[in-house]
């Protein structure tokens, strides 16, 4: 690696305070483990994201693969400042959203890819993100677009975003905000979770993140049987 152009092609990295990880519990009694991932986690996070590129329902093609291309370029330096929390549930990896800072004022949200499907994980993770956004990072507004019907209601609608002009970095669909007022308005009914995290939950999720087989990943999000597209 020629070090000296690669100092010039590292982005800088604004200072964010750490996001401490809560449990949620979901509907079915199971316990959520929601935790900042770290560039080192990359590498095993996308053995999760790679499969869902092949799945066509609910855009899962194209939000996986941005999500690839977005983690691999933090992964690799290309992505600025941008941070990444996960959802684990016995250890195994059931979802990520990813978020780019802008400025010490904007947050740009980036997306949201559930592996489980069916519990809310989406819009949990979603909301945790907002949270670290907004009372970690002390963020005024956060910048999102919505790339599926599913990520229109769960986004725009229930939170009551407020449209702007423009564009979004995603490009697409109009970009819409959520802004402080927003997001405390919303907060009690919609942001969950507890702190601290019990220890051998929290020993259970950093001990390792567990990925199941590719074929596991396609059949929850599908909700069938069925085969991976070759």
Not at 26 to 40: F, S
Request: glycine share 6%; charged share 30%.
């Amino acid at each position: 690696m020629d070090l000296e152009v690669e100092a010039y092609l590292r982005p800088p990295e604004m200072d964010m305070p750490p996001y401490p990880p809560k449990v949620i519990t979901l509907a079915t009694g199971g316990k959520m483990v929601v935790r900042q991932a770290t560039r080192e986690d990359v590498p095993t996070i996308l053995q999760a994201v790679k499969p869902t590129i092949e799945i066509e329902r609910d855009f899962y093609d194209i939000v996986g693969v941005r999500v690839y291309a977005e983690l691999l370029g933090w992964y690799r330096h290309r992505m600025r400042d941008m941070f990444c929390l996960i959802g684990q549930i016995d250890g195994y990896l059931v979802g990520q959203v990813n978020t780019r800072a802008y400025s010490e004022k904007l947050d740009i949200s980036l997306h949201t890819l559930a592996i489980e499907r069916g519990l809310r994980i989406g819009a949990h993770l979603f909301a945790a993100k907002m949270e670290y956004s907004f009372e970690y990072l002390g963020r005024e507004e956060v910048l999102i677009t919505a790339e599926s019907p599913i990520g229109f209601r769960r986004w725009m609608i229930e939170y009551e975003l407020e449209l702007r002009e423009g564009q979004h970095e995603l490009g697409g669909a109009a970009p819409y905000a959520l802004t402080r007022e927003l997001y405390y308005k919303h907060k009690d009914r919609l942001v969950a979770g507890e702190r601290p995290v019990p220890d051998k939950l929290m020993e259970v999720a950093e001990r390792e993140i567990k990925v199941v087989s590719e074929q596991d990943i396609v059949e929850k999000i599908l909700g069938a049987k069925r085969r991976i597209k070759r």
